[in-house]
């Protein structure tokens, strides 16, 4: 094992909850007058915190969202993750490789506190995150492609940025991960490698993520 840390991304990597959340949040933009396909949503949101999509639809229309928009999304959200939430195929069993391994990891989301516990809570991962391995943006002032998260999570873990990876499925996620100093390994089920720019390597399937690690 090549890194003292390994820093998961939580949707789409740990939970399979992008497919979810993008038609939700397609479905609520065009509702408020925004018309966004699912297509758009995951290609101009997918990874980024909540504060990126204001920023965007703003910056676009002129017109902000509404001081409900972050409340009503995420009721929305976690309604259908009760339903519907499944971990990634394989996860588990790599999370629980590397604690057998006593290799240190975390997970460093774009999604709040709350997104995070949900999804864990409904899919059993909670068994393997305390409290104090979960990061969110929340943590921060910027989400990614911004640094800061992952920098964040690596101070708290007590590691260097250098000593560290990042299993990452969202373009501005690789994107943070290198502006980080950090290694990223992209991961493709639902993002194709040439929009992962930058990760110094790619799998398909967690069951291929162990020996990527050298686990």
């Known amino acids: ?20 959340s993008n038609t939700l949040l397609a479905g609520y933009l065009t509702e408020l007058g925004h018309p966004t396909s699912y297509e758009e949503s995951v290609r101009d949101y997918m990874g980024s915190a909540m504060h ?40 588990e069993e790599v999370l629980k490789r590397l604690a057998g391994a006593g290799v240190p990891y975390c997970v460093a989301s774009s999604g709040s506190h709350e997104r995070i516990r949900v999804g864990h809570q409904k899919t059993g991962l909670d068994a393997w995150f305390r409290d ?18 992952f920098l964040h ?20 996620g690789v994107q943070a991960a290198l502006a980080a100093g950090m290694d990223a390994y992209g991961f493709t ?21 162990p020996a ?3 686990l």
């Open 1 to 20: 094992m090549r890194y003292d840390l390994v820093i998961f991304d939580n949707d789409g990597v740990l939970v399979d909850s992008e497919p979810i």
């Open 52 to 91: 990126r999509i204001h920023e965007v639809v703003e910056e676009r229309s002129g017109q902000r969202l509404p001081v409900d928009f972050d409340e009503t999304f995420h009721a929305r959200v976690f309604a259908a993750f009760q339903a519907e939430l499944e971990a990634v195929a394989g996860a």
């Open 132 to 149: 104090e391995i979960v990061f969110s943006a929340e943590d921060v002032g910027r989400g990614k492609p911004a640094p800061d998260l």
């Open 153 to 172: 999570a690596a101070s708290r873990m007590g590691v260097a940025p250098e000593r560290c990876v990042v299993v990452e499925d969202s373009r501005l």
């Open 189 to 209: 089920a639902m993002t194709p490698e040439e929009k992962l720019a930058g990760a110094v390597g790619f799998f398909s399937g967690m069951d291929e993520l």
């Open 212 to 214: 990527i690690l050298g």
